[in-house]
């Protein structure tokens, strides 16, 4: 059967389109992503802006098209942080299903988080008990788990985009703004590092643009040539800091 599968985020919606075979592989055929930033202008408000989803709406369109030339019989698709937190958002999924017959659905962010899991199990197979923190436009998912078995699942309003509409006003930000902003975060963090202190696990992995880019440039601060493999890549928590403060 060929799947299609449209994920549709604060800043960037993505498509994946793929032969589903026995025993759930997954073969992959076609994979986009385009920058639509659906939340931009909107987050603050709790509600999805015009121009956001005018350009929303083009994505779709041009992914609509892609998966009728490519004959998929079957379509999963789904919204996340900035729709499932806009007054409007409702109102969009319904005009995309009827402009263009895709099914997609609103997801919690319970239900990210465990998809976001699993996700990083099928690239990833580990049976040890693991952390994995992901960083969207408009929120942040933790979960905790082992093998297939989800122990603990969060969703934080911590997204890149949501934040820096809320906190930043300059570029580069004021001093006052980058301390409101981890003033902010930390507040919002307690009570998931106080639940993930009750469990036990040996790894912590990243999955999203955001983590992805945070550890390239922290490797490149300290190396002169890209790493070999970008999978085999770390960060520490005091390389976090130092890059943080040299963004800032």
């Not at 992503?33 to 709790?46: C, F, K, Q, T, V």
């Not at 923190?133 to 949501?162: C, F, M, N």
């Not at 963090?189 to 106080?194: G, H, T």
Request: aromatic letters at 4%.
């Amino acid at each position: 059967m060929t799947l299609g599968i449209i994920d549709v985020g604060t800043n960037s919606i993505h498509l994946l389109v793929g032969i589903l075979g026995l025993h759930g592989t997954f073969h992959v055929i076609r994979k986009e992503r385009e920058l639509a930033r659906l939340g931009d202008g909107g987050l603050a408000a709790g509600r999805l802006a015009r121009p956001a989803m005018r350009r929303a709406m083009a994505v779709l369109a041009r992914y609509a098209s892609v998966m009728r030339r490519l004959r998929v019989e079957r379509v999963e698709a789904v919204a996340t942080s900035a729709v499932r937190d806009a007054s409007n958002g409702r109102a969009f999924v319904r005009r995309v299903r009827a402009r263009f017959g895709i099914p997609l659905r609103v997801i919690s962010g319970r239900e990210e988080a465990r998809l976001a899991y699993l996700g990083v199990l099928q690239a990833r197979r580990t049976a040890q008990p693991v952390v994995i923190v992901t960083i969207g436009g408009g929120s942040a998912q933790v979960v905790h788990g082992e093998g297939l078995r989800l122990r603990y699942a969060a969703s934080v309003p911590l997204g890149g985009a949501r934040l820096a509409q809320r906190f930043i006003r300059h570029d580069p930000p004021a001093p006052e703004e980058v301390e409101a902003l981890r003033r902010a975060a930390e507040r919002t963090w307690r009570p998931v590092v106080r639940a993930l202190r009750r469990h036990r696990w040996r790894q912590a992995l990243g999955s999203s643009a955001t983590i992805s880019q945070l550890i390239m440039a922290a490797y490149l601060r300290r190396n002169r040539r890209l790493p070999r493999s970008k999978r085999q890549c770390s960060i520490s928590r005091q390389s976090l800091r130092e890059l943080t403060a040299w963004l800032a």
